[in-house]
C-alpha cells in the first residue's frame, strides 16, 4: 500500500497570503489529521476529518481551515499568512487508533 | 499547549547502550502511543499501549503505563546508530483527540 503523501514538500510564502496544503491518506483511511509542529509548540493538533466531517478541532484561530473530499484526500488552508504560521505541516491517516503520518509541507512564510 | 511533558529533554547514549525515557500526561486516556521522527520528518509510529495494559514489548522497545501515575515510559535496548531520532509520546483522549509530549531527542553514537 502506498503510504500518506503530502504536497507540496515545501512551500515559501509572504505574510498576508493564504496557502493550501494537500494530504492524500492511505486508500482505505477515512480519517485524516493534520498536525503543526514548531520548535516552540512542539506538536499541536489542528483538526480531523472524518468522511467528509471535521470531527475534532484543536486551538487554532479561524485562519485555519480544512475539508475532505469524498475519496478521503484532504486540504488544510490557512488565510492572512503570519511568520509565526512558519512551520512542518504534518498530515496522517488512520483506520483506527494508530496513525500514520506523511512526510509533512515545510512551510517557510517571510 | 500540549498534553504532557517527556524526560529527559535530550539523551546521548553508545551504541549497545540502553535508552529511557519518560512521559507524562494530564487527562484520562484510551490508550498511549510513542512515535519516532527523523530530523524533522514524518513520525513513524512504534507502538501502541491501552489504558488497561501495563506494559507491551515490540522487538527492542519496551513500553510501560502507570495509569495511576499518568506515566509512562519507553525503554529501547541494545541502541544502534539508527536510533538516533527524537521519540514522541501521544496520548488519546476519550474524543479520539491524539495529543503530543515535546519529545526527546536520542543521539546514539558508534
Known amino acids: 500500500k502506498a503510504g500518506v503523501t503530502q504536497t507540496p514538500r515545501y512551500l515559501i510564502k509572504t505574510r498576508g497570503q493564504q496557502v493550501t496544503l494537500s494530504c492524500s491518506p492511505i486508500?482505505?483511511?477515512?480519517?485524516v489529521s493534520w498536525y503543526q509542529q514548531t520548535p516552540g509548540q512542539g506538536l499541536q493538533f489542528l483538526f480531523e476529518y472524518f468522511s467528509e466531517t471535521q470531527r475534532n478541532k484543536g486551538n487554532f484561530p479561524g485562519r485555519f481551515s480544512g475539508r475532505q473530499f469524498s475519496n478521503s484526500r484532504s486540504e488544510m488552508n490557512v488565510s492572512t499568512l503570519e511568520l509565526g504560521d512558519s512551520a512542518l505541516y504534518l498530515c496522517?491517516?488512520?483506520?483506527?487508533?494508530?496513525?500514520?503520518f506523511g512526510p509533512g509541507t515545510r512551510l517557510t512564510v517571510t | 499547549s500540549q498534553q504532557g511533558e517527556e524526560d529527559p529533554q535530550a539523551l546521548s547514549i553508545q551504541e549497545g547502550e540502553n535508552a529511557t525515557m519518560n512521559c507524562s500526561y494530564k487527562?484520562?486516556?484510551?490508550?498511549l502511543q510513542w512515535y519516532r521522527q527523523n530530523s524533522g520528518r514524518g513520525l513513524v509510529h512504534l507502538i501502541l499501549i491501552r489504558s488497561n495494559e501495563r506494559e507491551k514489548h515490540s522487538g527492542r522497545l519496551r513500553v510501560t503505563l502507570d495509569t495511576s501515575k499518568k506515566s509512562s515510559s519507553l525503554l529501547i535496548t541494545a541502541s544502534r546508530a539508527a536510533d538516533t531520532a527524537s521519540y514522541f509520546c501521544?496520548?488519546?483522549?476519550?474524543?479520539?483527540?491524539?495529543?503530543f509530549g515535546a519529545g526527546t531527542q536520542v543521539v546514539v553514537t558508534p
Open positions: 496522517a491517516s488512520s483506520s483506527g487508533s494508530e496513525q500514520y
Open positions: 486508500s482505505g483511511h477515512r480519517s
Open positions: 487527562t484520562s486516556i484510551n490508550n
Open positions: 501521544a496520548s488519546t483522549d476519550s474524543w479520539g483527540k491524539l495529543q
